[in-house]
């Protein structure tokens, strides 16, 4: 490898090094420590490949003399003799080959995007129909109700470090009952600080407003843009959860098709 590409060698992992440093300043888990491990056996690998030897020399030819009667000769030999410089050496490119991999961006894993999106929001309060349930009314939990799979991973995320509250409007108590059924289910009380005392039903739409207020969570994440837009005043961060993409009423409520849209989990 030519000293050119070795200096640059150096410089990226330089910054690639910082980069992994300042992570981990901010989150120190097994993963982090896998990954300076995973570099640090990286950077032997590379380096035992510059070290190692380029294979044994090609001996040049002897060059002829050429004599007036022999140009024609001379000429065709000269276009046969393979050049010592056709190509870089095949243990180069494996090598350039190595460090464009490892040097490909590494997307963060979900429990930190989740954190990055709350920043340090610690109390989560969230409806349930159409966030967390495939159901989106109170007469369709009278029949059943099912966790959405793909909200499920972000929800089990939250419930990590955040206190996580859910609550919904229902019909009847064997509404109530399906609706813990299907958590239990789900695994969400196995995770994290999720109890089933912190599922919060009322009668009434607004019921949802009385019981945010009270708990004065960091982020509050609801469907209905009446009672995201009641709330604004009063909480810190709201996520809007709705099919269609609506203007931002205030600055502090993000909109999102989806919950798992919006922890880039999708």
Same mark, same amino acid.
């Given at each position: 490898?030519?000293?050119?590409?070795? $200096?640059?060698?150096?410089?990226?992992?330089?910054?690639? $090094?910082?980069?992994?440093?300042?992570?981990?300043?901010?989150?120190? &888990?097994?993963?982090?420590?896998?990954?300076?491990?995973?570099?640090?056996?990286?950077?032997?690998?590379?380096?035992?490949?510059?070290?190692?030897?380029?294979?044994?020399?090609?001996?040049?030819?002897?060059?002829?003399?050429?004599?007036?009667?022999?140009?024609? *000769?001379?000429?065709?030999?000269?276009?046969?003799?393979?050049?010592?410089?056709? @190509?870089?050496?095949?243990?180069?490119?494996?090598?350039?080959?190595?460090?464009?991999?490892?040097?490909?961006? *590494?997307?963060?894993?979900?429990?930190?995007?989740?954190?990055?999106?709350?920043?340090?929001?610690?109390? #989560?309060?969230?409806? $349930?129909?159409? *966030?967390?349930?495939?159901?989106?009314?109170?007469?369709?939990?009278?029949?059943?109700?099912?966790?959405? @799979?793909s909200a499920l991973e972000v929800l089990l995320e939250i419930t990590k470090?955040?206190?996580?509250?859910?609550?919904?409007?229902?019909?009847? &108590?064997?509404?109530?009952?399906?609706?813990?059924?299907?958590?239990?289910?789900?695994? #969400?009380?196995?995770?994290?600080?999720?109890?089933?005392?912190?599922?919060?039903?009322?009668?009434?739409?607004?019921?949802?407003?009385?019981?945010?207020?009270?708990?004065?969570? &960091?982020?509050?994440?609801?469907?209905?843009?009446?009672?995201?837009?009641?709330?604004?005043?009063?909480?810190?961060?709201?996520?809007?959860?709705?099919?269609?993409?609506?203007?931002?009423?205030?600055?502090?409520?993000?909109?999102?098709?989806?919950?798992?849209?919006?922890?880039?989990?999708?």
């Amino acid at each position: 490898m030519a000293d050119d590409d070795f $200096l640059q060698l150096l410089k990226r992992i330089g910054a690639f $090094l910082t980069l992994k440093i300042s992570n981990l300043s901010q989150t120190l &888990d097994s993963r982090c420590a896998g990954a300076i491990a995973g570099l640090a056996f990286a950077i032997v690998f590379i380096w035992k490949i510059m070290r190692s030897p380029s294979g044994p020399q090609r001996r040049h030819p002897k060059q002829q003399a050429v004599t007036p009667g022999s140009s024609g *000769v001379s000429s065709h030999f000269s276009e046969n003799v393979p050049s010592s410089e056709v @190509s870089p050496p095949s243990e180069n490119s494996n090598a350039q080959n190595v460090i464009d991999e490892f040097f490909q961006p *590494v997307k963060p894993a979900l429990g930190q995007i989740v954190r990055q999106r709350l920043g340090e929001g610690r109390k #989560v309060t969230c409806r $349930l129909l159409g *966030v967390i349930l495939e159901e989106t009314s109170p007469e369709e939990l009278q029949k059943q109700a099912t966790v959405r @799979s793909s909200a499920l991973e972000v929800l089990l995320e939250i419930t990590k470090f955040c206190d996580l509250y859910l609550m919904e409007r229902v019909l009847d &108590d064997e509404s109530e009952k399906k609706v813990l059924l299907a958590l239990e289910d789900a695994g #969400v009380f196995t995770s994290g600080g999720m109890v089933k005392d912190k599922v919060l039903f009322c009668s009434i739409e607004n019921g949802r407003t009385s019981f945010v207020r009270q708990l004065e969570p &960091d982020w509050h994440i609801d469907t209905n843009p009446e009672i995201v837009f009641q709330l604004a005043r009063f909480i810190k961060y709201e996520l809007h959860v709705t099919p269609t993409k609506s203007e931002r009423t205030a600055i502090n409520v993000f909109s999102s098709t989806s919950l798992e849209q919006f922890f880039g989990a999708a």
